[in-house]
C-alpha cells in the first residue's frame, strides 16, 4: 500500500508549505510518506526521493505527464514518465550511505565523505553563490592532509562519487525527440512536481468549498465531508 494524502492532509500541508522553501515543502512531503517518528530530514536524497514518489503514487497515480522543449529542434515534447521509472534501482545489499561514508583519493587528499541529506538542503541557501561548494563541504566529513579550504577538483570529484553512494539522488528522465531523434536527460525534481499538485488541488478544493458555501450555507468541514465524486455533482447542479 502506498501512502495517500487525506484531503484535509493535503490542504494542511499546503497552508504550512505555501512560500516556503523547496527543501522545506520536500520535508513535508516527505514526513506525510514516512513511518511515524521517522526523522526525514536526516534520511539520503534517494530515501527522499523513493518516499515522495511512493505518496505521488498513493495520491495521484504512477503516470507524471512531463513537458519539455527538444535541446535540438526546439519542438515541444509531452512526454508520460512513471514512478518506477523514477525510483533509483535501491539499496539492496548495499551500505547505507548514512552509516557508512566513502573514501575517495584526490589531489593528493584522502577524502571521506558521506550523502546529502535533506538536513543539507535545510542549511544551503540554493540561490546563494556558493551553495555548490557549501553542499559539498558538508558532504565531507574527513580529510587527510587537513586542509583550511580543499581544491575545486577535489570537491568535484566528491559530487562525482555521490551519485555512487546514493542511488537515485537524482531522479532524471532520458528523453528522445520525435522530431529529429535527438536523446538527452532532463533533470525532474520529484519534490517540487508533486508540491505544485499539491497547490493545484488545494486551490481547485478551496474554490469548491467557497462555491458550495456560497450556494448551500456549508461550512468548509461540511464540504470536505462530501466525497468528491458528490461534490462534483453538486457543483454540477449549481452551474446548471
Ligand atoms: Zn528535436
Not at 120 to 131: I, K
Not at 139 to 165: K, S
Not at 181 to 186: E, Y
Amino acid at each position: 500500500m502506498r501512502p495517500e494524502l487525506t484531503e484535509t492532509q493535503l490542504l494542511g500541508m499546503w497552508e504550512t508549505g505555501d512560500g516556503q522553501a523547496s527543501p522545506v515543502r520536500a520535508l513535508l512531503l516527505a514526513a506525510a510518506a514516512a513511518p511515524p517518528g521517522e526523522a526525514v530530514a536526516d534520511l539520503t536524497l534517494a530515501d527522499l526521493n523513493a518516499l515522495l514518489l511512493d505518496l505521488r503514487e498513493g495520491s495521484f497515480g504512477s503516470a507524471l505527464p512531463c513537458a519539455a522543449d527538444c535541446p535540438d529542434c526546439d519542438e515541444p515534447l509531452e512526454v508520460s514518465v512513471t514512478t518506477d521509472e523514477l525510483r533509483g534501482p535501491g539499496r539492496l545489499n548495499m551500505p547505507d550511505p548514512r552509516r557508512d561514508p566513502a573514501k575517495l583519493l584526490a589531489e593528493g587528499y584522502e577524502i571521506t565523505y558521506r550523502a546529502l541529506t535533506g538536513r543539507d538542503l535545510l542549511a544551503v541557501d540554493p540561490v546563494s553563490p556558493g551553495a555548490r561548494r557549501a553542499l559539498l563541504s558538508r558532504c565531507v566529513i574527513g580529510m587527510d592532509p587537513v586542509a583550511d579550504v580543499l581544491p575545486e577538483g577535489v570537491l568535484e570529484t566528491v559530487a562525482q562519487r555521490l551519485a555512487d553512494l546514493d542511488p537515485g539522488a537524482d531522479t532524471v528522465l532520458p528523453l528522445t525527440c520525435p522530431y529529429c531523434r535527438h536523446t538527452w536527460t532532463a533533470a525532474l525534481d520529484v519534490a517540487d512536481y508533486l508540491w505544485a499538485e499539491v497547490e493545484g488541488y488545494a486551490r481547485r478544493l478551496l474554490h469548491e468549498v467557497h462555491t458550495l458555501a456560497r450556494v448551500y450555507g456549508w461550512s468548509e468541514s461540511d464540504v470536505l465531508a462530501v466525497s468528491p465524486a458528490r461534490r462534483r455533482f453538486y457543483l454540477e447542479a449549481t452551474a446548471g
